[in-house]
């Protein structure tokens, strides 16, 4: 969870919120979607493809997809499956991020 919200998904490296007790559980999640929103974002800016149009390739509803995008929807695994037939870089690269995210949470803890 970033700390500014419009971060999310756009960010190379937002600032995230301090895990607390209260949100260990979720933060590991949000980091996590958030690797897959920025892929997502910066594949389908490159491909100059506007939100619509990865909406109608996907078959993914516009507004879920513009919530998971910015973090206000959880991500689920068939999100990333739509996404990736359609933009297939999003999955290997956010992949990579989860795992240095989750490296980093590992060493961390």
Known sequence: MPKNPRD?????????????????????GAMTQHAFAK???????????????????????YQRL???LRGSAI??????????RVIPEVFEAGVADMVKLASALIQHD
């Open 8 to 28: 999310f998904g756009r960010k190379r490296s937002p600032a995230f919120v301090e895990e607390t007790p209260e949100n260990s559980r979720s933060v590991p």
């Open 75 to 84: 991500m689920r695994v068939d999100d990333i499956g739509m996404i990736s």
């Open 66 to 68: 513009t919530r998971i």
């Open 39 to 61: 892929e997502t974002h910066f594949a389908f800016d490159e491909r100059g493809m506007s939100m619509g149009d990865l909406s109608a390739a996907t078959g993914l509803n």
